[in-house]
């Protein structure tokens, strides 16, 4: 049977009869077709092809979806003795009872539709979805249309608009008819469309008022109405407001979300160096460890406990602190202890410490970036405002570094090691006089230190790839984060941290992220011009030395 070569229809026309078919069983049911009523569409009055389309709209939408679906894919045909038949390939199928029937092809009838019956049946076909009493049928037949709102069935989105009690879906149908009726639509409906086109967040719409304020090339308006001109100049404003105030909230959580990674990385920086003074370049692969060590717990999840993957990263995080904390007490107790008042050598001597941690992994993993998969529960975003959508793993490492910083002043202001820290930081002399151990209090906080940045690993593994480098893009920042806090102090570290992320991702826009970090830098070191000791200043003996 051969099938005459038609243009395709619009593919939203092929997503509102697939959504007629999943929702049939909740639509409400209403008058069964029969074979007369569609005989009208095979005939030349065209009034009677209208009356026919009006009914397939009111009818039981199992029977009417399939048949609206062939007259807009043109493969509703007329069989002489049979009626109204579906041709789907070699078969025809009677459009009333679905069944397939035994026809000659030579025989068969194409029906005549002008463009006006035709946009009366994508109508027809949305109305049907539109009205459905079921608000997920009409949450997905909206959806369907926000697509390409232009080309939505201008009267049933005017009907189901009126009638919709859900306003969220309200707001969206308002949308799509607003779109329907903005180049041809009445002065009152214009006027209408443009106030709520500029509460509108979808970037298109700009484009699609831009022509109202336009001049043609005599300089002309193009849209010679005044008031729809000052209408659509009001929505611009506002849009453009709108998309300033998301670019400023999105720029202030990308600040915090950056600072709250240099606050992982420095954090334990800020407790060694403040307690033994050393320049430690290695502290940055403490990040990479804590991060392999995630990527190993993952490994290891996803080979024997494929069904618990999405608990895999709170098993992580003990692992990556442990991980990095051993590494780290180790480098003390081998080097940093045998090179204490010597910064020079300690730089040095740390920075081909760094070297060699490098180039282990590069020989125990490759050299080649590994993949950490975020947890179900971590994936996606939530949209903050129109226009912004923050994603989850950003704000869990948001979440958790503010739990790391109370974990930490916990252990240094509420336990006794944190009393020998202290005490070893401001008087080391003095400490050692009434029995502090500083070589043993030098060892476990410089561990605990270590542990902290490879929790920031941790973390850094669930916005990025992993691998050897990847402690190297952090030291610098975290070193400018130290200094500019004050040495040593955990409130410093924190302002700071917030502070460096904030101002970077508020210059980025303006001049790319290599001139922002040189102009940070600029402005860190003309701030410790005027006060050497950082933000918060070190108190104790050791400070007035």
Known sequence: MSRSMLPRAPWWRATLAVLLLMAAPALWAAAALTQADLRPLAEDDFDAKRAAIVALAKADPKQA?????????DTLQFAPGVGMVRVEGERAIDAITGKPVEVDAAALQSLTLNNSLRAQIDGAAGSLLLSSPDATVRAQAIAALLERPEDAPREAVAAARQSEADTALRAQLDVIWANTVLADGSRDERLEAIRILGRDSD???????????????SGQYREPDAQLRAA???ALDNLQASERQAELIGNLFAGLSLGSVL??????????YGLIGVINMAH??????????TWLVQSLFRTYLPD???????AALPAAFLAAAAVGFVLERLVLRHLYGRPLE????TFGVSLLLMQAVRMLFGAQNVEVANPSWMSGGVQWMPGLVIPYNRIVIVVFALAVVAIAWAVLNRTRLGLFVRATTQNRTMAACVGVRTWKVDSYAFAFGAGIAGLGGCALSQIGNVGPDLGQAYIIDSFMVVVLGGVGQLAGTIVGAFGLGIINKFIE???????????VLVLIVLFIQKRPQGLFALKGRSAEA
Request: without cysteine; charged residues 15%.
């Open 509 to 519: 826009p303006f001049y790319g992220a290599v001139l922002a970090k040189i102009i």
């Open 203 to 217: 970037p298109v719409t700009r484009q699609r008022l831009q022509p109202l304020v336009e001049r043609d090339e």
């Open 65 to 73: 979806g399939p048949i609206l679906q062939a007259l807009q894919d």
């Open 308 to 314: 618990a993957f999405d608990w895999y990263l709170p």
């Open 263 to 272: 606050l992982l990385a420095a954090l334990g920086l800020a407790i060694t």
């Open 346 to 349: 300690t730089l040095l001597a």
């Open 284 to 293: 940055g692969e403490f990040l990479m460890i804590g991060a392999y060590a």
């Open 232 to 234: 659509a100049q009001q």
